[in-house]
């Protein structure tokens, strides 16, 4: 089996710490950051890696995250998510390729 290429982070409301709100699928790299996150408002998993890196690194105390394993990712996200947790494979070219488009566009 191939060694996962993907972090996962589940996170929750300070007043509630038992029921995520959001997913955060972090690729391990030691470029760019690099994350794919639930975006509540288009309803689709989307390359935000600007909202990773302040949750998970810039003001980690403002935010509750838990980082737990694939399977426990895939059955927490019916909480948060009205589409299920993409493949490792889908993660990987949703970071391609909206990394490649922003580079293209001049975007950071």
Same mark, same amino acid.
């Given at each position: 089996?191939?060694?996962p290429?993907?972090?996962?982070h589940?996170?929750?409301? /300070?007043?509630n710490?038992e029921v995520p709100?959001?997913? !955060?699928?972090l690729l391990q790299?030691?470029g /760019?950051?690099?994350?794919?996150?639930? %975006?509540? #408002?288009?309803?689709?998993?989307t390359?935000? /890696?600007?909202?990773?890196?302040a949750?998970l690194?810039a003001? #980690?105390?403002?935010h509750l995250?838990?980082?737990? %394993?694939?399977v426990?990712?895939?059955w927490e996200?019916v909480?948060c998510?009205?589409? /299920?947790?993409?493949?490792?494979a889908?993660?990987? %070219? !949703?970071?391609?390729l909206?990394?490649?488009?922003?580079?293209r566009n001049g975007?950071?």
């Amino acid at each position: 089996m191939a060694e996962p290429t993907f972090r996962y982070h589940l996170l929750f409301r /300070p007043e509630n710490a038992e029921v995520p709100v959001n997913v !955060i699928a972090l690729l391990q790299s030691s470029g /760019p950051t690099q994350a794919v996150i639930w %975006d509540r #408002p288009t309803s689709a998993w989307t390359f935000r /890696p600007e909202v990773a890196t302040a949750v998970l690194y810039a003001s #980690p105390e403002r935010h509750l995250t838990r980082a737990v %394993d694939r399977v426990t990712t895939e059955w927490e996200t019916v909480h948060c998510a009205t589409v /299920p947790l993409p493949t490792e494979a889908e993660l990987t %070219d !949703i970071c391609r390729l909206t990394a490649s488009t922003r580079s293209r566009n001049g975007q950071t």
